[in-house]
């Protein structure tokens, strides 16, 4: 008898590294190898190619290669196809080709095209953060070398889309007009976003899945990150979210946003506990797999779910009840400071789940730890 779920292609589209790696080991533990379409030239420590859980892989130097690829080979299959999106930059040009796509593929969508290009904005998240009573820093969006009217110091800033050269070269925080004048002489985009900075004690990030449009939404485990914290700052710990509060603020947003997909909501945590509101991911977020780890599957169930029309809740059953994870590529804050190797050590034992290292699938790892110190001993060399 055919398997509807594991007898379709799964295809993760265009990108490299970590995040599309847990993608493909979640689908790997369900007994489903990833066609991989990705690009040629990747600065990503993983090599997705290199996973056991990898079947077919095509190398594209562009995304318009990547879509040939995938339209040649994959588009009149009798199963739908089930795409994946890691980056925004892919994310936005399968949304700009979604009538080409629709009838063919499974893949992240609002129902119509440039839905989601238009969500990726960080002024247009903000206004519908605000629509849904969440709480979003104050901001403006200046012009380069334009001072800001109304946001006080300090403020951070940040380029509009993730897409734009330079995005974390662009996110600086000034705490007053001559710092941000500096800023202006290396920052690379023409309009940006100022945005109040928040002191915040802690990163709050919670993940989910959508299904026609927001009517059905599955939220997972929330992750608190004290990154301030010298003791913790390596550890992302995962327990249930019990804030009722900021999942239905979430469900009116993504249900606004008419979104289908796999999705990553990131807030700031004050000290008095309160949530501001900082980006919604519309695609599978970085750290994804841990999930997997703990009984929720996110890219399977999401194609299961979507392609079932409805969300099995009864069925999804975490088996953790809470549990801490750990990116191994954090050793670069021992490089930078040699002394906080034990506390990185000790962390890394305590850590429930790892995103690089599987016992089943090593090769990505062994990888991601040779390109890492190359590229440390290339940046020594190059500032010697």
């Not at 009838?103 to 903000?126: M, V």
């Not at 897409?163 to 925080?173: A, C, F, L, V």
């Not at 928040?198 to 608190?224: C, V």
């Not at 110190?373 to 500032?383: A, P, T, V």
């Amino acid at each position: 008898m055919a398997d509807i779920y594991r007898d379709r292609k799964y295809i993760n589209f265009g990108a490299d590294g970590i995040n599309p790696l847990g993608v493909i080991r979640s689908l790997g533990q369900e007994g489903v190898k990833t066609i991989v379409i990705r690009d040629k030239e990747s600065g990503h420590f993983a090599s997705i190619n290199t996973s056991v859980y990898a079947d077919k892989i095509y190398f594209a130097d562009s995304n318009e290669e990547a879509l040939q690829i995938l339209l040649e080979n994959y588009s009149n299959e009798q199963l739908k196809p089930v795409l994946f999106f890691t980056y925004e930059g892919h994310v936005d040009f399968c949304d700009s080709h979604y009538d080409e796509l629709k009838d063919k593929f499974i893949f992240y969508n609002t129902g119509k095209k440039g839905g989601l290009s238009r969500l990726n904005n960080k002024e247009i998240q903000c206004q519908l953060a605000s629509e849904c009573g969440m709480q979003v820093p104050q901001y403006e969006i200046l012009a380069k070398g334009d001072l800001p009217k109304q946001v006080p110091y300090p403020i951070i800033t940040k380029t509009l889309t993730s897409t734009e050269s330079g995005w974390k070269r662009d996110m600086i925080i000034c705490h007053n007009e001559k710092e941000l004048q500096e800023a202006y002489s290396k920052i690379l985009a023409e309009r940006i976003m100022i945005e109040e900075y928040i002191d915040a004690n802690n990163e709050f990030d919670l993940k989910g899945f959508s299904i026609n449009g927001g009517e059905q939404i599955y939220f997972t485990y929330q992750k608190t990150w004290h990154y301030k914290d010298p003791q913790k700052r390596w550890l992302m710990y995962f327990a249930p979210c019990e804030n009722e509060d900021i999942k239905q603020k979430l469900t009116a947003m993504i249900q606004k946003a008419n979104y289908s997909g796999i999705f990553d909501a990131e807030f700031l945590q004050k000290q008095n506990g309160d949530l501001v509101f900082l980006e919604v991911n519309w695609r599978t977020g970085m750290y994804n797999y841990n999930h997997t780890v703990a009984g929720v599957n996110l890219p399977f169930l999401w194609a299961k779910s979507t392609i079932d029309g409805k969300i099995d809740y009864a069925n999804i059953k975490p088996t953790m009840p809470t549990y801490t994870a750990m990116d191994e590529m954090s050793f670069a804050d021992v490089l930078r400071k040699p002394k906080r190797l034990i506390q990185w050590l000790k962390a890394l034992h305590k850590a429930d789940v790892l995103f690089y290292y599987h016992y089943k699938d090593r090769r990505p790892c062994w990888i991601a730890w040779k390109h890492f110190f190359k590229r440390k001993i290339s940046n020594i060399i190059h500032h010697t």
